[in-house]
C-alpha cells in the first residue's frame, strides 16, 4: 500500500471522490519523479541542444503532476471545479510530455521510460475526470 | 521593473507571447506568495476552525499559481496546449480562493487582502488567455 | 523497483552518489506525501485549534522534502555543498514534524502514521549525509 | 510596499522575527524567479551543451529559494531550528548559483543578472540568519 492510499486511510471524515480513484495520486507522484529525472538525464546527454525542448516539457509536467498531487491530496473544503480543471490541465501536459520524449525513444531509454509514464498519468487523469462529471 | 520582466529582457530567442501580458508573472507569484501568508495567518486566528476551508483553497491556490508562473516564465519549446489549459486551471482557482475568502473579509484583513489579490490574478489571467485564443 | 530508482539506471552519465543510497529519493516523496496528507487530515479534526502548529510543520517539512528529493534527483553538474546542507536542513525539519506529530500520535492515526515516516526519513537523509563526508 | 510585507502586517498573532529582516522573502522570491528565467533562457542559447551545470544550479536555487520563502512566510508554531537550517541551505546554493552564473555572465546577460540577484539573496539570507543566532 503506497504512502498516499495508508493516509487516505486515516483522513477522519468522508472524501468526495472514489477512493480506489485517488491512486492517482500515486500515478501524479511517479510522474513527476520521473519527468524531474528526464530533464536533468538529457541534460547529461552529448546531444543536449536537440532535447531542450524536452528538458522545457519535463520541467513544466514535472511542477503541474506534483501541484496536482497535492491538490488530490486535500479534501478539507474539496472544491470539484479547483480538481476539475486542474487534472484537465495535468492531462494536457502529460500528453505533450509523452509526446515529446516519445520523439526520443529509440535513442534514450530515460526518455522512453517518461513517455509510458506520462501516457499511463495522463490515462489516470482521464479516468478520474471521468467519474467527477 | 520586476525580476520577471528584468529577465524578459535577456531573453536569447524569440517569445510566442506580448511581452507585457508577461506581467501576469508577478501577478502570480504575489498571489502565490499572498495565498500562503493568508493560509497561515487563518492558521493563527483563535476561530480557526471556521477557516479550515480558507486554509485549503489558500493551500491550493498558491500551488497552483506558482506552478503557473514557473510554466510562463519558460518560453524554450513553447505549447500554447499548457500554458492555456494551466490558465484555465489558474483562473479557476483564482476566483474560488477570492469568493472563499471574501466572505470572511470582513472580519480578517488577510483575508480581505487576499480577496483582492486573488481577483487581480484571476483577471490577468483571463486577459492572458484572451491574447492567446 | 520505484520510478526514481529506474530512472536512475536510464542516467547517461556517471553519478556521483552511491545509487543504493538514492533509495533516499523515494522516502523524501513518502515523506512529503504523508505530510501534505497529514496536514489536510488535522485541518479536517474538530480539535483543529489544538493542530495548527501540526498543520505548520506538516507544511514546511512537505516543502522541504519535496525540493530535497528534486535536488536528489539530478546529477548534472553536482555539487556537493548544495546537497549536504539541503539534507541537514531537511533532516532537522523532518525531526522537527516527528516530534510534534507523536504528541497528537495517540490520538490521531494520521499523526502516528506521518510521525513514523517522518523519523524514518530523518534517518534515511541522516544515513546519505554518513556517505558523503 | 510588496505583498509579502503588506500580508506581514494583517498577521494576527507576534511574529518572532525582525518584520523588517522578512524583507528576505520578497529577495528570495525574485532569485526564485529570476532563477527560473536564467535555466530557460541558458537552455535557449545556441551554446546550451556548455550550460548545463548553469541549467541545473538554476533549477536547484529555484527550488531551494521558493520553499525557503514559503517556511519564513509562515509564523504559525515558529521553529527556529527549521528556518535557521534551511536559510543555510539556502545562502549555500544562492552561492553557488552565484558563482555558476558569474562564469557566464560576459556572454550572457540573462548569467549576470543572476549571478547579480543569487548573490544579493544569499547576503540576505546571512544578515537573517545573523539575527536568529
New interface residues.
Given amino acids: 500500500m503506497?504512502?498516499?492510499m495508508?493516509?487516505?486511510?486515516?483522513?477522519?471524515?468522508s472524501i468526495n471522490l472514489d477512493r480506489a480513484k485517488l491512486a492517482a495520486?500515486d500515478s501524479l507522484?511517479?510522474c513527476a519523479?520521473?519527468c524531474?529525472?528526464?530533464?536533468?538525464?538529457c541534460?547529461?546527454?552529448?546531444m543536449?541542444?536537440d532535447l531542450?525542448?524536452?528538458?522545457?516539457?519535463n520541467?513544466?509536467c514535472?511542477?503541474?503532476c506534483?501541484?496536482t498531487?497535492?491538490?488530490l491530496?486535500?479534501?478539507?473544503?474539496y472544491?470539484a471545479?479547483?480538481s476539475r480543471?486542474?487534472l484537465?490541465?495535468c492531462a494536457?501536459?502529460c500528453r505533450?510530455c509523452a509526446d515529446?520524449c516519445a520523439g526520443h525513444a529509440d535513442r534514450?531509454?530515460?526518455c522512453r521510460?517518461?513517455a509510458d509514464?506520462c501516457r499511463a498519468c495522463e490515462q489516470t487523469c482521464r479516468d478520474l475526470l471521468a467519474t467527477m462529471s
Same sequence: chains 1, 2, 3, 4.
Fill in positions: 503506497s504512502n498516499a495508508r493516509m487516505l486511510e486515516t483522513y477522519p471524515k495520486i507522484k511517479a519523479q520521473t524531474t529525472a528526464c530533464a536533468d538525464a541534460l547529461s546527454e552529448d543536449v541542444a531542450t525542448k524536452c528538458v522545457r516539457t520541467l513544466d514535472a511542477d503541474i506534483e501541484t498531487a497535492r491538490v491530496s486535500r479534501h478539507t473544503g472544491d471545479n479547483i480543471s486542474l484537465e490541465a494536457t501536459a505533450a515529446e534514450h531509454e530515460h521510460v517518461c509514464t
